[in-house]
Structure formats: C-alpha cells, structure tokens
C-alpha cells in the first residue's frame, strides 16, 4: 500500500504560483511513477503531468505545458506540482497518484487539494 498526501493549494490570484506537494510513505518512493491530475467541477478528471521512476516526465495538456513542472525529491519521497501564470481556468481539486508501472493506470490516490485562481 501506499500512502499519498498533497498539499500546497490555496486561493491565488490570476498570474501567481503555487507549488503543490504530495508526500509518499509505504512503498520505496524511488519505485514508484507519481502523477499529477485535476478535476473541476462537473468535468472530468485530467491527467496533468508525471514523471517516471527512471525520472523521465511527460506533460498531457497543452494548456499547462510551459507553466506547469513537475518535479521529485527521491530522499524526501514527495513529488512537487510548480505551476506559474496562474489562470481561473486552472481552478480545480488537485490529485497525486502512484503506480509501480510505467503510468498507464494509477493505482493509489491522494485525497486532493483544492486551488482556486481569482481573475
């Protein structure tokens, strides 16, 4: 089993940052492919950005590429979520996820944290 917990999210305005962390434990972090998603409401779940084990990252949605990085600190066992140039648009609850697989599926979830991004 493992273990996710983010925080970081908050109520910022248009064009600021914040940096979201998702805090691992039971299971060797340096395992694991950690995700980032999000999910407004009433629409679905998107998947943001992950990175592998081997440390190679993937961005999903153009809208956050260039804005969003994804990052991970193998000796602290927490991934991080920088995302800069904040827009309304980007107001959602954020997940972190994990799987011991490459990321095709993600089988432990964080239980979200929400960012509101004022215009």
């Known amino acids: 089993q493992v273990q996710l917990v983010e925080s970081g999210g908050g109520l910022v305005q248009a064009g600021g940052s914040l940096r979201l962390s998702c805090a691992a434990s039971g299971r060797t972090f340096s395992s694991l492919t950690m995700a980032w998603f999000r999910q407004a409401p009433g629409k679905e779940r998107e998947f943001l950005a992950r990175?592998?084990?081997?440390?190679?990252?993937?961005y999903q949605l153009d809208s956050v590429k260039g804005r969003f990085t994804i990052s991970r600190d193998n000796a602290k066992n927490i991934v991080y979520l920088q995302m800069n140039s904040l827009k309304p648009e980007d107001t959602a609850v954020y997940y972190c996820a994990a799987t011991p697989g490459l990321g095709a599926a993600y089988d432990y979830w964080g239980q979200g944290t929400q960012v509101t991004v004022s215009s």
């Open positions: 990175m592998t084990r081997f440390g190679g990252s993937t």
